[in-house]
């Protein structure tokens, strides 16, 4: 996850009160008891922590111990997966005496998860599987580990199920964890792993990753350990070397690929016929094809007839599936990306998503897209033009070409081929692996709060009652401490309660005199109570906050400014054709790729992800373009994500005014 440098915002101090709540979290969490009887000793709870690590000796050292005293906390955006999907969650930084300030936990996805700095000082808060060290290098450079490449077992750790967090070491140095990731199945119940399939482990984070070299001081990762007291490491060597055969590793791609990496006994179980994740223990996965073309060598020509049919396979398909259409279902111009993304790497003759390193546009005679559609131009199978900047977008594509009309169709991996005819290549963007993935948006709750700092200028008023100018206050909170300063300076009216006599520090701070209702309410020496609490909130800075279920308000770092709101565009695009557009949803943590293909389905229409022209490269805002006027469709999947009607604004382009 953390392969490319996040994206960390501005760090605040921990209160105690939450510094105190989340080390109990984390105790709760992880399985940490104290001994009945004896509140003055911890122990790890049993199954939970195979070490024998020694536990501090109190209750209040053991919370130091795993967020010390100054830690800090912060937002995190990143991006993760093939599809570079977007990211949050929050950083604690902190630092034990004598060493340097580092990130010692993440929450990601409601859960807290340790960093290796936080495994080397507590042994046994996590199950702790092994593996090679040569399969370790490859964990961490991105890869996943799947079950065979598991080593000193079985019997595993028993607490190492399906979803929890594992601790992964290389057999050369078994009591350091280098790998922070979650179990994808049930490791603890394996009975081998010789033969088995699929992936054991999908890491989150390791030692020599961005989250390990941070510190704000700019200094490097802290030294791995040679070892780490506390671990249980014991095991047969027997097993350890039985395990160790035949490495077949599945790198991580150029362009971000989620990867695995895998022991095999046999080369049968290197063929092309096994997809990503398309197997779990105990199933066979079904060969799509009779040549085996992983770990082949493909010469220059043999990649560039993969990629000139896969175009023609995408042309193809797209033909088939929107027959009606006169542009069979493509918004043209088509740009380089799109063109690649959705009409030639789904259609290329690879079964696993791992293998497509070396069959990218590089490896081709052409070297980049541009002089890829330039090809197929000179065929007189498209029309392409160049843009300002050099980018080439194809304007045309004769569908009635024979090369088109004629091509046969060869075998593609199950779960792409099922992708491809239900959606076409048009899906933009979306991959096989987002295509069943469970959106857990879905039924999310959201609240938006908004947030007020006193300026300068009521300062006073604050002041006066002891209350922080530096604090945010919810407008329940604002009315509360001025009406603790009227209070106080006794300011409410003799005949009316209702009205506040104006004194020096109001007249001052809230009274400028430069209006109308200024000079009258200082001419008549009072205001109303309601019109002053308004005017004190006029006198503070916005900020705003989005809580997601059941999220606190100081768990989530307030942003300045006025809330965002979700924008809808529609508009008419070439020439008399209408599409929808859809912006600005990241903040309320609705992830583009599964709303897309929601909307995919439901519109009967196709969709695509692209960033939005403006936005930053390192902090990218996501833009969805839906076929046809989808305004209602729209609305309604984001109502199923908790956003609500009122967080949202549309422009109707198409008749020249603002809904």
């Known amino acids: ?348 003759p690879i079964t696993d998503s791992h293998q497509t390193n070396p069959l990218t546009i590089k490896k081709t005679s052409w070297k980049n897209v541009k002089k890829f559609i330039k090809a197929f131009d000179k065929a007189q199978i498209l029309k392409s033009k160049e843009r300002d900047g050099g980018e080439c977008v194809v304007l045309d594509v004769d569908f009635e070409d024979p090369a088109i009309t004629n091509f046969v169709p060869y075998k593609l991996p199950k779960k792409e081929n099922a992708s491809a005819e239900s959606s076409g290549p048009s899906r933009s963007n979306l991959t096989a692996s987002n295509t069943s993935s469970k959106d857990d948006t879905i039924g999310q709750k959201l609240s938006l709060i908004s947030l007020y700092r006193p300026k300068d200028s009521v300062y006073p008023i604050f002041e006066a009652s002891s209350s922080s100018v530096k604090s945010l206050y919810l407008p329940a909170e604002l009315r509360s401490v001025v009406t603790s300063y009227i209070k106080s300076e006794s300011l409410i009216s003799d005949d009316d309660k209702h009205f506040i006599q104006i004194n020096p520090i109001i007249a001052n701070a809230i009274f400028d005199g430069r209006s109308a209702v200024d000079k009258e309410a200082l001419a008549q020496g009072r205001c109303r109570r309601e019109a002053l609490f308004e005017r004190v909130q006029e006198k503070c800075s916005p900020f705003w906050a989005i809580l997601r279920n059941d999220e606190t308000r100081e768990a989530v770092k307030a942003q300045a400014g006025t809330a965002p709101k979700v924008q809808i565009t529609i508009e008419t695009r070439s020439g008399n054709k209408t599409a929808t557009k859809v912006a600005g949803f990241e903040v309320f943590h609705v992830r583009s790729q599964p709303l897309a293909e929601e909307l995919q389905k439901t519109c009967a229409s196709s969709t695509s992800v692209n960033q939005q022209a403006g936005s930053s490269p390192k902090n990218p805002v996501m833009e969805i373009m839906i076929q046809g006027p989808q305004k209602d469709a729209v609305l309604k999947a984001l109502e199923k994500r908790g956003v609500r009607r009122t967080w949202v604004e549309v422009r109707d382009k198409t008749k020249g005014k603002k809904k």
């Not at 709870?45 to 070490?51: A, F, K, L, V």
């Not at 990867?259 to 080369?267: E, H, I, N, R, W």
């Open 1 to 348: 996850m953390f392969r490319k440098k996040p994206n960390i915002k501005a760090l605040s101090p921990l209160r105690s009160s939450d510094r105190r709540k989340i080390a109990e979290q984390i105790i709760a969490s992880f399985g940490i008891e104290l001994h009945p009887g004896d509140e003055n000793d911890v122990v790890f709870t049993e199954g939970i922590h195979d070490g024998h690590a020694k536990a501090p000796t109190s209750l209040g050292a053991l919370r130091n111990s795993l967020v010390p005293e100054n830690s800090l906390s912060a937002r995190f955006t990143t991006t993760t997966g093939p599809d570079l999907t977007q990211v949050s969650g929050t950083v604690y930084v902190g630092a034990h005496p004598g060493e340097e300030q580092r990130v010692l936990w993440f929450k990601f996805e409601d859960r807290l998860i340790p960093t290796v700095y936080t495994l080397w000082k507590h042994p046994g808060i996590v199950p702790l599987l092994h593996t090679s060290d040569s399969v370790l290098q490859k964990l961490k450079g991105g890869a996943d580990l799947m079950t065979p490449g598991l080593s000193r077992g079985p019997p595993f750790p028993s607490s190492a199920t399906k979803g929890s967090i594992v601790a992964v070491a290389s057999l050369e140095r078994p009591s350091v964890p280098e790998v922070v990731g979650v179990c994808e199945i049930d490791v603890a119940s394996l009975q081998k792993v010789q033969g088995a399939k699929g992936h054991a482990v999908r890491g989150q984070h390791w030692s020599g990753d961005e989250l390990w070299a941070w510190n704000q001081g700019g200094k490097p990762g802290d030294k791995i350990p040679d070892a780490v007291e506390g671990w249980d490491v014991g095991c047969s060597t027997a097993t350890q070397d039985n395990q160790v055969k035949d490495l077949t590793i599945r790198e991580l791609s150029e362009d971000g690929e989620e990867g695995g990496v895998s022991l095999s006994q046999t080369s049968e179980d290197n063929t092309i016929g096994k997809g990503h994740n398309s197997f779990v223990e105990g199933e066979e996965a079904a060969p799509l094809e009779e040549a085996e073309l992983k770990g082949k060598e493909f010469s220059t020509k043999e990649i560039d007839d993969m990629f000139w049919n896969a175009f023609l396979f995408g042309l193809y398909q797209q033909r088939i599936n929107y027959k009606q259409d006169p542009h069979h279902g493509l918004d043209f111009p088509l740009n380089q990306s799109s063109i690649i993304s959705n009409l030639v790497l789904p259609f290329l």
